[in-house]
Nanobody, 124 residues
Framework: QVQLVESGGGLVQAGDSLRLSCAAS????????MGWFRQAPGKEREFVAG????????AYEDSVKGRFTISRDNAKNTIYLHMNSLKPDDTAVYYC?????????????????WGQGTQVTVSS
């Protein structure tokens, strides 16, 4: 059974940093794309960042470019989301997602596996 377990969320102030982690088990994701999505109250789940199989390419939603960095450690079957200069608008539940293809997808349909989410709250 494939499991994606997120950790690292919390309550921070605007301008602070956080690092989210997503540990995968039941499947080796090293060859496949993985991503981070987020869902704020009353809004749809949106793409935040993605990394291709092998970590060769990355993609980001425009509002997080330059502030967030996605990375992966294939030896640990884990991906990370380093979030700097956090803003109140970044408040959401953040979900880790795993794909069955190598290339990054910006859509939910491109990912077959999902974690339960971790809450990030940024106060002003």
């Amino acid at each position: 059974q494939v499991q994606l377990v997120e950790s690292g969320g919390g309550l921070v102030q605007a301008g602070d940093s956080l690092r989210l982690s997503c540990a995968a088990s039941g499947r080796t994701f090293g060859r496949y794309a993985m991503g981070w999505f987020r869902q704020a109250p009353g809004k749809e789940r949106e793409f935040v960042a993605g990394i291709s199989g092998g970590g060769i390419t990355t993609a980001y939603e425009d509002s997080v470019k330059g502030r967030f960095t996605i990375s992966r450690d294939n030896a640990k079957n884990t991906i990370y989301l380093h979030m700097n200069s956090l803003k109140p608008d970044d408040t959401a539940v953040y979900y880790c997602a795993g794909s069955s293809i190598m290339l990054v997808s910006r859509t939910r349909g491109g990912y077959a596996y999902w974690g339960q989410g971790t809450q990030v709250t940024v106060s002003s």
